[in-house]
Nanobody, 122 residues
Framework: QVQLVESGGGLVQVGGSLRLSCAVS????????MGWFRRVPGKEREFVAV???????YYADSVKGRFAISRDNAKNTVYLQMNSLKPEDTAAYYC????????????????WGQGTQVTVSS
């Protein structure tokens, strides 16, 4: 059984930083692409970042240059470093394991964590 557990969310002021973690059990983080998505109330999940099985990274335009996705294979953990946070970054953030298809489509991710809330205030 594959399980993803996010942590690291919280309340931060504009311009601050947070580091989200996604602890993976039941599989290795390098066996498929791992992505981060976010959701705000009333809207569908939005692609944030992905790291492929061979280490390539891709980002949504809205976070490019501010966020960085990485993984630690020894710890079997995926990270999302978030810098220069803006109020529009406020959302529940989810880690997900990719299955097949476009990395930008949340419907092609097979396993999801429960999410961790990030709130950016001024």
């Amino acid at each position: 059984q594959v399980q993803l557990v996010e942590s690291g969310g919280g309340l931060v002021q504009v311009g601050g930083s947070l580091r989200l973690s996604c602890a993976v059990s039941g599989r290795t983080v390098s066996s498929s692409a791992m992505g981060w998505f976010r959701r705000v109330p009333g809207k569908e999940r939005e692609f944030v970042a992905v790291i492929t099985w061979n280490g390539y990274t891709y980002y949504a335009d809205s976070v490019k240059g501010r966020f960085a996705i990485s993984r630690d294979n020894a710890k079997n953990t995926v990270y999302l470093q978030m810098n220069s946070l803006k109020p529009e970054d406020t959302a529940a953030y989810y880690c997900a394991a990719h299955s097949s298809g476009s990395y930008y489509n949340p419907n092609v991710y097979s396993t999801w964590g429960q999410g961790t809330q990030v709130t950016v205030s001024s």
